[in-house]
C-alpha cells in the first residue's frame, strides 16, 4: 500500500506493515509508535509489558511473523513445543561422607523417572535400595566415606515423545528367568544386569517390546535381579523457527541488538521517523 495523495489529519496509513499518521500541521507522515512497546535509551532493550500467555504458534504477548537472529543469549521463563513444556534433565554426583543416606537433588525431579548409581551399581528402587521423594534420594544402606553416588532425573517432565531415551527398569521374579518386558527402539538399545552392561550377543531385542536373554545370562539371573534397558529415541522438533521465518510466542527478551538485515532495528526506526517528519 502506499500514501494517500490528499490525506486528512489523523489519518493512518500501513505501508509494508508499518503503521504511520499524517499530519496538517508539519505536512508529513510519522510512525506510529508500537503498542507496549518502551525503549530504555542507550540499552536498545525494547519491553513487550503485555503477559498473555501464549497457546498457539499465532497468538501470545509477542508473535513475530519473520525470522529472528539473536547475537546474544536467550532467556525463556518456560520453553513449550506442540503445546508440551519442555525441561532439562539433571544429572548430580556426589562423594558420600561416612555413614550418608540422604542426598538433596537441586531442582527437584519426578518420582519414577531417576537412576541411581553408587560406584557405578545401578540401584533399584522396586527392590528398595533406595526411597525416591521427589527432592531427595534415601539410600536403605549407609555409604561409606569416598562412595560415589549419581542421580540422573527428569526435573519436574512428564514423559512424551519428546523425551530423548526412555529407561525401563524391573525385576526378575524368579531364578534364570529371560525374558523381560520394555518398550524400546530396537536400533538404540542397550541392557544392564546388576548394573553391569550386558553384550548385544547375549540377548534377543529386536520387536521393541520384549529383552530375552540367552542361556548364559540367564544363568546370572536370580531372584530380584536388576535389569535396567536404556534406548535413546528419535527426537522430532515441532515449530521451531527456521532460517525462511517463523514465530515466536511468549516474550522474547533480546540482550543485544535487534537486527534486520544485518542492520540495528533502533538506528533504522530513527532514521525512518526522522526522515518521514522532514
Known amino acids: 500500500m502506499s500514501f494517500p495523495v490528499s490525506p486528512s489529519n489523523g489519518q493512518t496509513a ?7 499518521s499524517y499530519s496538517t500541521a508539519t505536512t508529513a507522515w510519522s510512525r506510529v509508535p508500537l503498542a507496549n512497546t518502551a525503549n530504555t535509551g542507550t540499552t536498545s532493550t525494547y519491553v513487550v509489558s503485555n503477559t498473555t500467555s501464549a497457546t498457539s504458534t499465532a497468538s501470545g504477548a509477542l508473535v513475530v511473523a519473520g525470522g529472528v537472529g539473536i547475537g546474544g543469549n536467550l532467556y525463556a521463563g518456560n520453553i513449550y513445543t506442540n503445546g508440551s513444556q519442555v525441561l532439562p534433565t539433571s544429572i548430580q554426583t556426589f562423594t558420600a561422607t ?11 525431579y519426578v518420582v519414577g523417572q531417576e537412576q541411581v548409581h553408587v560406584n557405578g551399581i545401578l540401584l533399584s528402587s522396586a527392590a528398595s535400595d533406595y526411597t525416591a521423594n521427589g527432592s531427595t534420594i534415601v539410600l536403605a544402606a ?6 560415589i553416588v549419581q542421580v540422573v532425573s527428569a526435573q519436574n517432565y512428564v ?3 519428546q523425551q530423548a531415551y526412555t529407561f525401563t527398569q524391573v525385576n526378575a521374579s524368579s531364578a534364570g528367568q529371560n525374558t523381560f518386558s520394555a518398550t524400546y527402539n530396537t536400533a538404540t538399545v542397550q541392557v544392564f544386569l546388576n548394573g553391569l552392561l550386558v ?4 540377548y534377543t531385542a529386536t520387536n521393541g517390546s520384549t529383552i530375552v536373554f540367552n542361556t548364559a545370562t540367564t544363568n546370572l539371573v536370580t531372584v530380584q535381579s536388576v535389569v535396567g534397558i536404556v534406548s535413546f529415541n528419535s527426537v522430532t522438533i515441532s515449530n521451531a523457527i527456521s532460517s525462511s521465518g517463523g514465530t515466536v510466542n511468549g516474550t522474547l527478551n533480546v540482550v ?12 533504522l526506526l ?4 526522522i526522515g518521514m517528519s522532514m
Not at 500501513?14 to 504511520?20: A, R, S
Open 256 to 267: 543485544g541488538s535487534l537486527q534486520q538485515n544485518g542492520q540495528d532495528i533502533t538506528n
Open 159 to 161: 514423559a512424551s515423545g
Open 98 to 108: 561416612a555413614g550418608q543416606t540422604t542426598f538433596s537433588i537441586t531442582g527437584g
Open 270 to 273: 530513527t532514521a525512518m521517523s
Open 199 to 202: 553384550p548385544p550377543s547375549n
Open 14 to 20: 500501513v505501508v509494508n506493515n508499518i503503521t504511520y
Open 142 to 147: 549407609a555409604r561409606n566415606v569416598g562412595d
